[in-house]
């Protein structure tokens, strides 16, 4: 089996979806005592073990460095991002280098200055790896389309459904001090794609009977959270969502458990889009229903009648009409958080995501 190097500039506790699967790939690859290491340009304290090693460096520097470390590394490189891990790796004399890609990173930079510069190196980069591993359909057909790249291979993200999985909810609900309301929520890093507005519309759209017994939980930290709560405001309903902030890794499955539904309404921007949503198969795993925007590589995540339902992007109006059925009838909801949990069991697992990714390696 050849030696792995991982290169990557996310990893936990550092949030968002690109920082689990490459602590996931880690996790994976020391159950199966694959031979690797891993290299980490991350501004977050992690746990280094013997194989993973963190470049503490000021920008600039911590890429000179992490090209020293892997330039004569003769097996195979897998890059979280192209860049710079991609960027780097491509000067190194690896026998294969492979790139993960999840969707924004490939969108024009809204900084005309800096996309002048990214964009020839986004295109020779992506084109010169020896193989793109996309985590939706929809990614895929991106890279495809926009840099006429053809050796690309979709591999969806996985969860871990030990982990992740149905618990006490009635405790869960206590820790978030929720009581007895009808419990919705989201998580992410907050930025405008990730569409918060629509679920205000929602959530004022809906009859004063549910409205008096329904709570939001607005996971995650981000730029645009002061933009959101203005908007939260000015829809009135701000006394039905609670703004939770960071949620801890430790406290991610009862953030799950302790809801009824979660949302992810992601748009699709000039410079932003929804790659997958890891967090609605981490949902599905709790055994929770989710509702998803047909945007991006949303579609991947969440498979209509195996624990979830999609909306059009801003479709505010049937995104309230699915809450208002779905809050009179929670015996039903349960019945598909049950199918959500399974078709996770069945379908998500990161060792059948490692497996796919050494198979194609």
């Not at 030990?162 to 206590?174: I, T």
């Not at 309903?237 to 890794?249: D, K």
Request: charged share 25%; net charge positive; hydrophobic share 40%.
């Amino acid at each position: 089996m050849p030696n792995y190097l991982l290169l990557s500039s996310h990893f936990l506790p550092n949030d968002g979806g690109i920082a689990r699967l490459m602590t996931e790939l880690t996790n994976q690859f020391k159950k199966r005592n694959v031979d690797f290491s891993a290299i980490l340009l991350e501004k977050e304290e992690v746990h280094v073990t013997p194989e993973i090693h963190r470049i503490h460096a000021p920008r600039g520097l911590k890429e000179i460095i992490a090209y020293n470390k892997i330039k004569n590394h003769k097996g195979i490189i897998i890059s979280a991002l192209w860049y710079p891990d991609g960027l780097i790796a491509g000067f190194s004399e690896a026998e294969k280098k492979v790139i993960l890609v999840h969707g924004s990173e490939l969108l024009p930079n809204p900084n005309k200055f800096k996309e002048f510069f990214l964009k020839p190196l986004r295109r020779k980069t992506l084109r010169k790896a020896d193989l793109i591993v996309a985590n939706s359909t929809f990614t895929a057909k991106l890279v495809k389309e926009n840099f006429g790249v053809k050796n690309v291979k979709v591999i969806n993200p996985g969860v871990d459904v030990k982990r992740f999985s149905p618990g006490d909810k009635g405790a869960a609900k206590r820790y978030f001090n929720t009581g007895n309301k009808f419990v919705l929520s989201t998580l992410s890093v907050i930025r405008r794609h990730k569409g918060l507005k629509i679920i205000f519309e929602a959530l004022a759209m809906l009859p004063e009977e549910v409205k008096q017994n329904i709570i939001l939980l607005v996971g995650g930290k981000g730029d645009a959270v002061a933009y959101y709560r203005k908007i939260c405001m000015e829809k009135g309903i701000e006394n039905l969502v609670r703004w939770v902030g960071f949620v801890a890794e430790s406290d991610l499955p009862d953030f799950y458990r302790a809801s009824d539904l979660f949302l992810l309404t992601s748009q699709t921007k000039n410079n932003a889009v929804e790659g997958f949503g890891m967090v609605l198969t981490e949902a599905q795993a709790c055994g929770v229903p989710v509702i998803g925007t047909r945007s991006g590589g949303i579609s991947d995540a969440v498979k209509e009648g195996e624990g979830g339902f999609l909306v059009e992007e801003e479709d505010s109006k049937s995104l309230a009409e699915l809450i208002k059925k779905y809050f009179h009838i929670p015996d039903e909801l349960s019945e598909i958080g049950r199918r959500a949990r399974q078709s996770a069991k069945e379908n998500r697992s990161w060792a059948r995501y490692t497996e796919e990714l050494i198979q194609l390696l």
